[in-house]
């Protein structure tokens, strides 16, 4: 058996007694032909390996450089240098890969973030992203644990999909049609049109935006469901908060309304951070530090008024505010902000789609907290979202969260099939392709509603980290498909 390994984390959480232990990683720094500093990805501390002199050839010594791999097997004893708590006294190393020193892309100093990007394949082994890839983890985990210990069932909706009647943005199309104009033709009917008949599917199909309308299929038979998966826009916005691949989690609950829906979303969102907080600790404090020092650089304005853990602290002690969008568009137009021009896009009145500007301002300067937004004007929302009887906005909520702006969009779902049907007339939505979503409605309808929680934006927002490219590992954004 090769892997019998202690992880590092573990050894520098006990007591070193001269016990021995055998430890696996990528050297960080060697310091004076004696100092090792070995980092194995369970913590961003490192393992200090004391190297006897004269107890180790030099050839092999030499061979030891950054980011070479070795395992290690020595003893643990208390340090009698400053910087840490215990050494191991190596009595054996191996070299399991060797790493150039010269050729090695990622030198052990300071990089931007916007260098790190280029190389996404190493920057695992920097303590930002392994503090980052570490909090991702354990949120995922978070958010099964608090799905299941509710009873949800965890559904794995469809990625391939031949519904394009969400409107949620715009679609990657899945197909293996060629698309030369030689002998291979694209196959096209009378009318000039791509003839989908001979696709894969015998249908167009795309990756889904979304998993919510399969979800509600399931949630009108199991009661409560979420998916946790991937989601694909097309849209082209080049922002740091916009994925072309991001993760979503779309819970949908049968018997609930509007306000369950919020209050399910606000406990879940605490719920998540204080799993965090608590299992997390070592990492969000490096995050936290990590972030004074970057905002140190911002003039004193655009600084947080808090640190990032008191910010988590405060999210789980406050309850979010909870306004309509009719009373929001009041702020906005009495806003300082608004009457000082200083918005890019003005406050024309109710009816305005909501540009992040303003969601931002009501975050950050006018509530200093997350707010919940409801009842939207049905004009700028989708179709499946009840209406309400003013018959002029629909049960909508988004929730709004300082420095990320919109992390979860949701609503209570039309459940009266004749309004959903009039509503998918008025916007345009094939009603005969989507039958089998109008079938929920037909066969013993419910009350139900749901959301999603874009998970990237919801790692942003607990490790500070201001660009969705460095929280998720692998970012596809236009133009950028690397690795
Ligand atoms: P936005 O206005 O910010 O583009 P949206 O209204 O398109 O968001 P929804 O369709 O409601 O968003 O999607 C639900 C959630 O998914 C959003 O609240 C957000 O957290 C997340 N989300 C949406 N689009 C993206 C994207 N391109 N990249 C990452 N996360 C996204
Ligand atoms: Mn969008």
Redo the contacts with the bound molecule.
Sequence with gaps: MFNKRTRIKELLGSEPKGQEVTVMGWVRTFRNNQFIALNDGSTNNNLQVVVALGKFDDDQLKRITTSSSLKITGNLVASLGKGQKMDLNATSIEILGDCDAEKYPLQPKKHSLEFLREIAHLRFRTNTFGSVFRIRHALAFAVHKFYNDKGFIYMHTPIVTGSDAEG??EMFRVTTLPFDEGKNKTPRNEDGSINFKEDFFGRATNLT??GQLEGELAATAFGEIYTFGP?F?A?N?NTP????E?W?IEPEMAFYDLEDNMNLAEEFIKYIIKHVIENNKEDLEFLAQRLAEEEKQLPQDKRSEMGLIEKLEFILNNNFERITYTEAIDILRESSYNKKKKFQFPITGWGMDLQ?EHERYLVEKHFKKPVILSNYPKEIKAFYMRQNDDGKTVAAM??LAPGI??????SQREERQDKLEQRMKEMHIPIEEMWWYLDTRRYGTVPHAG????F???VQFVTGMSN?RDVIAFPRTPGNAEF
């Design positions: 949620a943005g935006v979304s989601t826009r849209e916005s908060r916009h994925l072309a991001f979503m992040s988004d929730i702006g919109e992390i979860v969009g949701g959301f999603g929680l874009g990237e934006r919801m969705i």
